[in-house]
């Protein structure tokens, strides 16, 4: 058998070398996240032998660092949305996954998943999660109680509003505290083990394995020390994560994302991707990420302004809190300001973690401007606009909500800290390969590459845009299209 130690993922290694396979399997799974655990589970029940190797000591991926939502609604809404008045047609769910999914949106992908979200509430809830029927209608980043739906994205602000009648999607699981992705991995991981699924822990994929066409045959994972060449018959199907662990890669692919300084993941070094592009995988949205600063709760907060270092509004803040972070960075300078007075401001435990304090306290705008030390009148002048404006209930320059405006004119008035290179910002990549709703991977050609597949945060799925990121969209998609991948794998002949 030919030498394996030195392979690497970005280069395939021949079938032609392979002299004996230590391991053969139907379907191989990389990575035991929300998406290897969905593929596995629906490749296994479907009659397929699958083998998944996961790269830490357990399973759980960054999908177990989440907070657990998963972003469902449509076909009429779930029985959580119904019981707290809200109906959500299909249409709406298509048109707003649609709209989040920036310039480059995904229409096959948001149309499967607008039309089959509710059968998908229905498969989580038969795989052990349990949501509790209640609704919290106050401004949230995820529940602190084991509360379920939430307001979870950008569905009531400006544009998305105009084009998506706006209800509440986001879907927390019934667990005591933040950071219900735990529970939600730990559901998924034990129906993929009780469907048959053969786990290998502190495996690490280390190379496709392919024939001279391009056509995905195995791969190489090293475990305990040695390099083993895994025979897949139907194929392999990449759930590695992104890439924000690799800073180089995010260097060479989304620079903007380093402006960032705390990426979310567990390992995310983006070698799922580039096994994915070693044998040809064409690659979408690699620019793009997730950023964010929990600027909110309390929700009064949504009625003041943010501001950049010329003084200047840069978007509406009723929007998601990842929308409003995501234009933050685009800014110049890394002073970023949210302005409150005496009736909006409010602190809450999640400011303190963020690094969120008072920057500049006065009974003036002027005393606030001068000790921000910003040019003359340029805070000012951005206060007074939005100050006149919202005293008629409109904002022309942003379009925020009515509900959300109200004029900054009770002192003492604060300038939040929102710094970037000093306040918590965590970010995540969004782009990944370029896949089917199925999960096979395509070439820049756009043709599907035999034998490969990937999915969740491997793979550019629903969610693609930094501007356009809801809470949900991550764990919804890695679970959904990880299902899509293993349905097909377990029809695909031998």
């Not at 735990?182 to 822990?201: F, R």
């Not at 003036?364 to 040019?375: M, N, Q, V, Y």
């Not at 395509?442 to 599907?448: A, M, S, T």
């Not at 969740?456 to 991550?474: H, K, M, Q």
Request: charged content about 20%; overall charge negative; glycine content about 12%.
């Amino acid at each position: 058998m030919t030498d394996l130690s030195h392979a690497a993922p970005s280069c395939p290694i021949a079938v032609s070398d392979i002299t004996h396979w230590d391991l053969e399997t139907d379907v191989v799974v990389v990575g035991f996240g929300a998406a290897g655990a969905s593929t596995a589970i629906e490749a296994a029940r479907g009659g397929a032998k699958v083998m998944l190797f996961e790269a830490a000591s357990a399973s759980g991926g960054t999908s177990a660092l989440s907070g657990g939502e998963m972003y469902l609604g449509g076909s009429g809404g779930t029985p959580i949305q119904n019981a707290a008045g809200f109906k959500d047609a299909t249409e709406d769910l298509y048109q707003y996954l649609m709209m989040t999914g920036g310039p480059n949106p995904d229409a096959a992908k948001a149309r499967l998943y607008a039309e089959g979200s509710l059968d998908h509430f229905q498969w989580l809830l038969a795989q052990g999660i349990e949501y509790k029927n209640s609704y919290i209608a106050e401004r949230c980043i995820e529940p602190s109680t084991d509360d379920c739906l939430i307001w979870s994205g950008s569905e009531e602000a400006w544009p998305f509003a105009s084009g998506a009648k706006p209800a509440p999607r986001g879907h927390s699981p019934k667990y005591l505290g933040m950071g219900g992705g735990k529970y939600v991995m730990e559901q998924l991981a034990k129906q993929a083990v009780a469907a048959g699924t053969e786990v290998h822990y502190n495996a690490r994929a280390v190379a496709l394995i392919a024939d001279h066409h391009q056509h995905v045959k195995g791969l190489a994972v090293k475990i305990d020390g040695k390099v083993l060449a895994v025979r897949a018959h139907r194929g392999v199907v990449l759930c590695a994560g992104g890439f924000i662990m690799n800073r180089e890669m995010v260097k060479r692919h989304a620079p903007l994302m380093l402006r960032s300084q705390y990426p979310i993941g567990s390992i995310d070094d983006g070698s799922g991707i580039r096994l994915g592009m070693s044998v040809g995988g064409a690659t979408v949205n690699m620019h793009e990420g997730f950023v964010t600063i929990p600027w909110y709760p309390p929700g009064s907060l949504v009625k003041g302004i943010f501001i950049n270092n010329q003084g200047q509004r840069f978007i509406n803040e009723d929007c998601y809190h990842g929308r409003v972070s995501h234009h933050a960075i685009q800014q110049a300078g890394d002073r970023i300001w949210l302005l409150q007075d005496n009736a909006t401001y409010a602190v809450s435990e999640m400011h303190t973690l963020a690094r969120m304090e008072i920057g500049a306290a006065g009974d003036s705008w002027e005393e606030i401007e001068r000790e921000l030390g910003l040019p003359h009148n340029s805070l000012v002048s951005t206060v007074s606009v939005y100050n006149e404006y919202a005293a008629n209930g409109t904002d022309p320059l942003f379009h925020k909500a009515a509900k959300w405006l109200k004029p900054l004119n009770e002192p003492p008035f604060v300038a939040i800290d929102c710094r970037i290179d000093h306040a918590f910002y965590a970010s995540f990549t969004l782009g990944g390969l370029d896949t089917l709703p199925t999960g096979e991977v395509r070439n820049e050609d756009g043709q599907i590459i035999p034998g490969l597949f990937a999915a969740g945060r491997t793979a550019c799925g629903l969610p693609r845009s930094g501007a356009g990121y809801s809470s949900g969209l991550s764990l919804a998609d890695a679970s959904f299209f990880g299902r899509q991948a293993g349905i097909k794998l377990a029809h695909t002949p031998l």
